[in-house]
């Protein structure tokens, strides 16, 4: 069993920075591939970025080269870089663990991007 908490969502204007946090708890963090979706009101949730044990990192095409993903393995952490914020990122973004066709979610934490 994996629990996974999310951290770092908040209000930002546009062009602003956020960086979210999900810390797992359990063992075998590191071989986990670990995502970030999101999922505005109204609308189906989303990959933004995911990144695999051995480091592969992918994006939507919506976010690339404003989102980065990383990860670290002593922490049991992963982060998610957003820059260049824009309105239409606003959403709940949800952490994802997946191992072996187990999958584990976080509870979310709110982005809302806004002047």
């Known amino acids: 069993q994996v629990q996974l908490v999310e951290s770092g969502g908040g209000l930002v204007q546009p062009g602003g920075s956020l960086r979210l946090s999900c810390v797992a708890s359990?063992?075998?963090?590191?071989?986990?591939?670990m995502g970030w979706y999101r999922q505005a009101p109204g609308k189906q949730r989303e990959l933004a970025a995911r990144i695999t044990s051995a480091g592969s990192t992918y994006y939507a095409d919506s976010v690339k080269g404003r989102f980065t993903i990383s990860r670290d393995n002593a922490k049991n952490t992963v982060y998610l870089q957003m820059n260049s914020l824009k309105p239409e990122d606003t959403a709940a973004y949800y952490c994802d663990a997946v191992l072996r066709g187990e999958n584990y979610w976080g509870q979310g934490t709110q982005v809302t991007v806004s002047s």
């Open positions: 359990g063992r075998f963090f590191s071989d986990y591939t």
